[in-house]
Every structure is written in structure tokens, then in C-alpha cells.
């Protein structure tokens, strides 16, 4: 089991691959036969559509239908295939899908064929086509917002949103066309919008930041149950603390952050017990020595709390962004209740991101454990028992998820081994 619902994207842009009109035919011919008799067309369109545009490697498809009435049909058609309904994601006229798990990474949406949502898609994907020098311009754009925004789907959107527009006016869209599509991009400028796996996992999100308060987290704007998704405050400047801070300073905005304790825990939480949270060990554990000790450890810890509280569950240096109004602000909780030493033994245990300064991990694993426990009136040796599990539960993680940064987590829970 992964460690948290959230959808949270690595964004990356790659060179134009010439199999990419071969992949949307396979994909095309398997959608093709649900909807035929419902569907005008399957349509090629973002990035990968265009010959020579670098592009994120994931199709982007849309089926193309008469109008709003045919769109329950599709929905139908689509469900024993594997694709889940999201509604319109706050385009009109263009509904989204979510695509089976053991298919090639593509979005599939479904479109009216007056409507904008495709004629946006069209206009832009037909004028890169026909001028390359605007694609190439567009694909050298696209990489470097990669870069700057490798986890923010919104600040990347937000990005092209000048250039799309530019496309737009040159492919001949009426104003009031033009006006619409900005206004959807720039909703993005303000807030930020994060998709979920599970209701689970949206509820316990929510929770979770409400109860720390937009004193010290992003605030919460609109929840969108339906469509499995939170609008949050897009925080600004939102830079990233380990980007930031040393790492005796950034210590230092977490105590400041914690100040007040941990949130008390709900009466009907959607948080899970840590216990719950944290299983990944213990089924690790059931087939690998390595982490029967850790295993072992945790049911110790979590059978001797006396202090139960309302985790953050995923507390380190890129979880805490930079803000003109509140300083600092806790961003990502996974929502977890237990020993409020489990989250700052998460945060002692994380092997990236690295603060400033370049200390070995060894070095930062050492200063935070001699300031932070004391910082928070937390028993030290809980602490580094914490945080040893943290890390054997992280490198569990990253074997179910073939993480690459597997071996980090197993350098950290060596470093840990020897001091609990």
C-alpha cells in the first residue's frame, strides 16, 4: 500500500518520441469498439499529437460526441474498460476519465463537438502542426517549466498559459473563446487544485489542514467530492524550504510551526491510526528479516503512547513552503493519529530534500536529533526509535512504489539502526 492517496505528479518533458501516433492508434482501435455506435471520432491532440514537440510522454485522447446527451452513453461504454468518470473538472463541454492502471499513460477525455473544450484542443494541436518554428518555441518553453515546476501542475499550466493564448488568437478563436480558456488557466494563478485516489484520502487532507489551521498550512477553498479533489491556496512566493534555509534554520521554522502542539484528534477522524498508516512495515516484514525488527519496534511505540494527536504524516523541508502572509506554511498532510514523536521522527529520518549547507545525512540525522526533541519536550530515544521505523517504512514504501530513491532510505535506516 502506498502512503497516501494524493495523485502527486513528477512532471517531466521529453523529446518528440515517432511512436507516439502508434500508441494512440492502440489505444484508439481498444476505445473505438465500446463507442462507435455513440461517437464521432477518437481524436489525437495535445503535445503528442504534434511531429517534432517535446511533450509530457502521456497521450492525450478525446472522443468526440454530438452533444452533452451522449456523454452518460460514453460513460457506460467506458466503465467495463476501466476508465473512471471525473465530470468536467471545471472545463465545460469536456469531461474527464480517469485510465485503467495497466494501460500506457494516456487522458482520455469526452468532448462536444461545438463545444470549447475541443476546440481548444483542435485550434492548438493543428496550428503546431502546421508551424514548426511555434512548436519548437512551445517545446523549449514546456522543458524549462518542467524544471521549475517539476511537482506543480499549476504553476506549469499557469507557465504556458501566455504562449497557449498566443496560439489561440494566431489560429483565428473569437474573443469571447479566448477570454473563457484564460480564465480558466488563470484560476490556477491563485489556488491550487490536488486530485486524490481515494474519498479517504481526500477527507483525511482536509482534515488534516483544517485542523492545523491557515495560520500554519494552506488554506482550504472549495472541496470537490465528486470530482475527488481539493481546491487549496496557492501559496506565494512557495518556495520550498529546503531551497531556503540551512539546516539549523530550517529546524528552526519547524519549531516554530509546532509551537502549539499537534491538532487534537477528531471524534469521528478521518485520519487512520498510525498502526493502519504505516502496515507497509509490517507486511514488509512478513517476508523480508530486515524489517521485523523495526516492525517489532513500532508495535512497541505505538502500545507505550500516552499522547495521541493528529499527524501530519509527511512532515519534511519540501512540506513547508514559504509565504508573504504566514511566514511558513505546512502544505501535503497525509493524515495519520498517533505519538506526535512519530512526526518528528519522520522529519529526522528523510534523507532528501537536504537543507543548504551540505551536510552528509549522517550530520543532519545527528543535529536534528540533539535540537528537535528537545525543542518539543519529546523523550530523545523515542524520537530516534521514531525515526529509525520512519526510515525502514519509507524504504518499504519505496520498494512497493520501485522508487529510485529506495537506497537513500536504506542508508538512512542504517544510520538510525545504531542510534535506537
Known amino acids: 500500500m502506498r502512503k497516501s492517496g494524493a495523485t502527486k505528479r513528477h512532471i517531466v518533458v521529453v523529446d518528440y518520441d515517432p511512436a ?36 509530457k510522454p502521456i497521450i492525450d485522447m478525446s472522443i468526440v460526441v454530438r452533444d452533452r446527451a451522449d456523454v452518460p452513453l460514453v460513460v457506460a461504454r467506458l466503465a467495463p474498460l476501466g476508465y473512471v468518470h471525473r465530470g468536467d473538472l471545471g472545463i465545460e463541454d469536456r469531461d474527464a476519465f480517469d485510465s485503467p492502471v495497466d494501460l500506457p499513460a494516456h487522458h482520455l477525455y469526452a468532448c462536444t463537438r461545438s463545444g470549447l473544450g475541443l476546440e481548444n484542443q483542435l485550434a492548438v494541436r493543428d496550428y503546431l502542426r502546421a508551424h514548426p518554428a511555434a512548436a519548437a518555441e512551445y517545446g523549449a518553453l514546456k522543458k ?56 479517504r484520502a481526500l477527507a483525511a487532507h482536509v482534515e488534516a489542514l483544517n485542523a492545523f489551521g491557515s495560520h500554519r498550512a494552506a488554506a482550504v477553498l472549495d472541496v470537490l467530492r465528486k470530482e475527488g479533489a481539493v481546491l487549496l491556496e496557492r501559496v506565494t512566493p512557495g518556495e520550498r524550504l529546503a531551497s531556503i534555509a540551512t539546516e539549523d534554520e530550517a529546524m528552526a521554522v519547524v519549531a516554530r510551526l ?40 513500532l ?41 506526535p514523536a512519530f512526526d518528528i521522527g519522520y522529519l529526522v529520518s528523510r534523507p532528501m530534500p537536504a537543507a543548504l549547507g551540505g551536510l552528509s545525512l549522517e550530520d543532519a540525522i545527528d543535529r536534528r536529533l540533539a535540537f528537535l526533541p528537545k525543542s518539543f519536550g519529546l523523550d530523545p530515544q523515542r524520537v530516534a526509535a521514531f525515526a529509525y521505523v520512519a526510515a ?11 522508487d529510485q530513491a529506495h537506497d537513500e532510505f536504506v542508508h538512512a535506516t542504517r544510520i538510525l539502526e545504531r542510534r535506537c
Open 258 to 297: 509546532f509551537a502549539d502542539g499537534w491538532p487534537r484528534v477528531p471524534d469521528r477522524p478521518s485520519a487512520t491510526p498510525l498502526r493502519i498508516f504505516a502496515e507497509s512495515l509490517a507486511i514488509a516484514a512478513a517476508g523480508d528479516r530486515e524489517f521485523e525488527r523495526p516492525a517489532a519496534l
Open 144 to 199: 524549462r517549466l518542467a524544471r521549475e515546476f517539476p511537482h506543480d501542475i499549476g504553476g506549469y499550466v499557469v507557465g504556458k498559459t501566455d504562449f497557449a493564448l498566443g496560439i489561440l488568437r494566431a489560429a483565428g478563436l473569437p474573443a469571447d473563446a479566448l477570454l473563457a480558456i484564460e480564465r480558466a488557466n488563470r484560476r490556477e494563478e491563485t489556488m491550487w487544485r490536488k486530485s486524490f485516489r481515494s474519498e
Open 392 to 402: 525502514a517504512l519509507s524504504t518499504a514504501w519505496a520498494r512497493e512504489d520501485d
Open 20 to 55: 507516439w501516433p502508434r500508441l494512440f492508434d492502440r489505444l484508439r482501435a481498444r476505445l473505438w469498439t465500446a463507442v462507435e455506435d455513440v461517437a464521432l471520432s477518437v481524436e489525437h491532440v495535445g503535445s503528442t499529437a504534434v511531429p517534432g514537440l517535446a511533450a
Open 299 to 339: 508495535e512497541k511505540l505505538i502500545a507505550t503512547s500516552t499522547d495521541q494527536v493528529l499527524l501530519h504524516g509527511d512532515l519534511h523541508y519540501d512540506n513547508i513552503l514559504s509565504s508573504d502572509r504566514a511566514g511558513y506554511l505546512l502544505i501535503d498532510p497525509k493524515g495519520a493519529t498517533g505519538d
